[in-house]
């Protein structure tokens, strides 16, 4: 599917959203992206690699910073004991690489020791935020980059659930924490991977001001999508509402995550 209605259409299902008339290989790339689960061992050839870095390194980054880094994980091994930390997940084993995106302050406060200087401002909780944001920014130009060259990826959370272990595993500095991981790799043929459909732009999209009575009927009208969808994938059937309550119902449902802030201070960062 390469045509803007018909992306439009997988991405909302929703006939009243009108179609830009503005289109070309970028959007195309961007409104066809799905998470690929099933990969084949071909390797990740190098030059893709570097290429996505470069596109990680445009992205944009608070004041110049560029506190972020990344680690390219191809040995078998290490891979499998990051699936062990990492909630166990089979594609961050097939698939053969692993991209591991690193909030990263390390480096200034190495570069600030190497000159004798002051940066007591990276022990705050803006220094931080300004890591995660710009790691984020970077990976996800680095995910459009990769699905521009037919490589397909996968986001993993579940890469928080034990940062301290994940850290050591990578050698990962004082100051530095692993965010998530992206698994990539050539997408298997023989499985299918669908446009998953998003909330309507009537539920993300505000003008001048935030608009809360949007927002419930905006979702009313996204739960019989989404189950559809779910139904036309072989799915088990699932009001997304309720799933994503659930989600955060309370701290045993955030899968070990409750106690970053702990995980964080353990790490390097004082968030003061």
Known sequence: MTD???????RYRDPAQAVPEEWNEVLQT??????????????????????????????????????????????AGRR?????????????????????????LSRLHALAEERQATVDGINYLEATFVAIIDVALA??????????????TVY??????KPEAVAAELGLPKRAFAV?????????????????????????????TYDTAAQLPAVAEYDPR????????????EVWTQRVINRVRDAGALNG??????????????LR
């Open 180 to 208: 998530f991981g992206m698994s990539v790799g050539w997408p298997d043929p023989a499985v299918t991977n669908a446009v998953k459909p998003r909330l309507p732009q009537s539920a993300v999209l505000h003008r001048e």
């Open 226 to 237: 989404m189950g559809a969808f779910q139904t036309e994938q072989g799915m088990a059937p």
């Open 4 to 10: 803007a209605a018909g992306l439009y259409d997988a």
């Open 30 to 75: 961007m409104l066809g992206h799905h998470s690929v689960r099933s990969f084949l061992p071909t390797p990740v050839p190098e030059s893709a690699l570097q290429a996505a870095i470069a596109a990680a390194s445009s992205a944009p980054t608070s004041s110049n910073l560029q506190t972020w880094s990344v680690i390219a994980v191809q040995d």
């Open 139 to 152: 990976a996800q130009n680095a995910l459009v980059a990769l699905e521009s060259m037919g490589l397909g």
């Open 156 to 161: 993993i959370g579940g890469m928080r659930n």
């Open 80 to 104: 499998d004991r990051l699936r062990a930390l990492g909630g166990g997940q089979r594609f961050i084993t097939d698939a053969p690489l692993l991209l591991m995106w690193i909030a990263d």
């Open 257 to 270: 995550r409750d106690r970053m802030r702990a995980a964080l201070g353990a790490l390097g960062f004082e």
